[in-house]
């Protein structure tokens, strides 16, 4: 029995020494690998911005759950396309989706890129092409895009114009078509362009399209509205091909291609809300929820080492490798720290604390029943166990619950929460039936309680 707690006393060590690491290591890497340690913070913490997003569409109009579910994934490609990290993007009830950019200061361009439906058409102009930037209606999809199609290049507003309410044009093929899409450059006129790869089908229907109109105008459109009307020279059988014209510069350009690229939104969606939060007033909650964790901390390891004395100093420094491995998981999974979250991470320090108040009191009982000291704690341990297990599986419930009802009503908050105080109580059942044990173990099973009962917090 010594030797496995001696065994158990190494493999915590090193776990302790690989927490460290981990907590204070930046970033990580091992030959090609490379990973971020870096804490990451929320919204509340670091300032940036919030958007609320609601289908735009009548309010009796019934939206398809997956449809919103669809939107989301490609609203978080978007933004992970432009740069912005550690995006937070959730469905809130059946027509809205609540966005949180941490750290974001180019707010407009953003909102901008989200917004857009993305509904890539090619065309088929004929021998009468409109000029770039009208507004022309389609076989494809609904008129009602047409009207309120958002213009993706500034330049093209001062000429868009909008074509007889009966002329319909016919789409050869949508968005759907295209395998890649890149940014290029030419190195003669310096315009940008988008380049672009189609699919199988895309190509095939490219392939004859472009056989058979020779000299005609094939018209692409983003949203209803013309972005290039080029004409057919000669065929195009290779399935890729180039979008140009309309005044690309690089910001419009590498937006157009993040669209393209991850698709167009299966709803349209419109911005009802957005809420920027200042750095100095992220930082300033960083700092009082550091201090008050600190005293928290130290007021309950205070009361450990007071109150059980040396069973006590043993729980503390448990509750010190608890800390450190419970935020060594926030680092590696990575878990976005909020001022919520912070309070569930202190709130489980409660329930770490009391595992080790449960088995301490047994202790205690089994002593003054005459018990050895390495007989108490085992009889300790064993009877405080159904009480540690159901408070804090009734916790685990409890987190799992308001998990749910966050991430079904995008309340981000209470999904932060229910996480970091999930992990906490996770956490807090292994320091207890392995941390805390094999410390009292190690440390007491060869002291002879007669004569220390000062050290237990028992009066003689």
Avoid at 3 to 31: C, E, H, M, S, Y
Avoid at 43 to 54: P, R, S
Avoid at 367 to 388: F, N, Y
Avoid at 427 to 453: E, N, P, W
Wanted: charged share 20%; with cysteine; hydrophobic share 45%.
């Amino acid at each position: 029995m010594e030797r496995r707690n001696n065994v158990v006393l190494f493999l915590i060590l090193l776990l302790v020494a690989i927490v460290i690491w981990v907590d204070v290591t930046p970033v990580v890497q091992i030959g090609s690998f490379t990973r971020s340690l870096e804490t990451r913070l929320g919204l509340d913490l670091q300032g940036g911005l919030q958007v609320l997003m609601e289908v735009d569409k009548p309010v009796d109009y019934i939206v398809d759950p997956q449809a919103l579910q669809d939107a989301k994934q490609i609203l978080e490609n978007r933004s992970n396309g432009l740069g912005v990290s550690e995006v937070v993007f959730q469905v809130a009830g059946n027509r809205r989706i609540v966005g949180e950019f941490p750290g974001l200061t180019n707010t407009e361009e953003v909102i901008k890129v989200l917004k857009e439906t993305g509904e890539l058409e090619f065309i088929d102009m004929g021998s009468n092409p409109l000029p770039e930037g009208t507004v022309v209606k389609t076989d494809s999809g609904s008129t009602a895009a047409a009207e309120v199609a958002p213009v993706t290049d500034p330049t093209a507003a001062a000429t868009t114009e909008s074509v007889p309410a009966e002329q319909v044009y016919h789409t050869i093929m949508t968005g759907s078509a295209l395998k890649s899409v890149s940014v290029g450059r030419d190195p003669t006129t310096g315009e940008y362009y988008i380049s672009f790869e189609l699919t199988d089908e895309g190509k095939t229907i490219f392939a004859d399209y472009t056989t058979n109109n020779i000299g005609k105008y094939l018209a692409i459109s983003l949203d209803k509205r013309l972005i290039s009307i080029p004409v057919i020279k000669t065929p195009i059988t290779e399935g890729s091909g180039q979008i140009s014209g309309g005044g690309f510069t690089e910001e419009s350009s590498n937006a157009l291609a993040i669209q393209l690229r991850y698709g167009a939104l299966p709803i349209p969606l419109k911005v009802v809300e957005s809420r920027s939060v200042g750095p100095t007033l992220g930082q300033d909650s960083v700092n009082k929820s550091l201090v008050a964790g600190i005293i928290g901390l130290s007021i309950v390891m205070l009361f450990m080492l007071f109150y059980y004395r040396l069973p006590g100093l043993l729980a503390d420094l448990a509750l010190l490798v608890y800390a450190g491995i419970t935020y060594a998981l926030f680092r590696l999974i990575p878990v976005t720290l909020t001022l919520p979250g912070i309070a569930g991470f202190v709130l489980s320090i409660g329930m770490a604390v009391d595992a080790n108040i449960l088995i301490f009191e047994r202790l205690k009982e089994e002593l003054l029943a005459g018990r050895s000291l390495k007989q108490a704690v085992d009889l300790g341990w064993k009877r405080a166990w159904s009480s540690i297990r159901d408070s804090n599986f009734s916790t685990l419930i409890t987190c799992a619950i308001l998990f749910w009802y966050g991430s079904t009503f995008g309340a981000s908050l209470v999904k932060g929460f229910s996480l970091t105080l999930a992990l906490g109580v996770l956490v807090s059942m292994f320091t207890a039936i392995i941390v805390t044990r094999t410390f009292l173990h190690v440390t007491l099973d060869k002291i002879k309680f007669a004569g220390h009962h000062k050290w237990f917090g028992i009066e003689e």
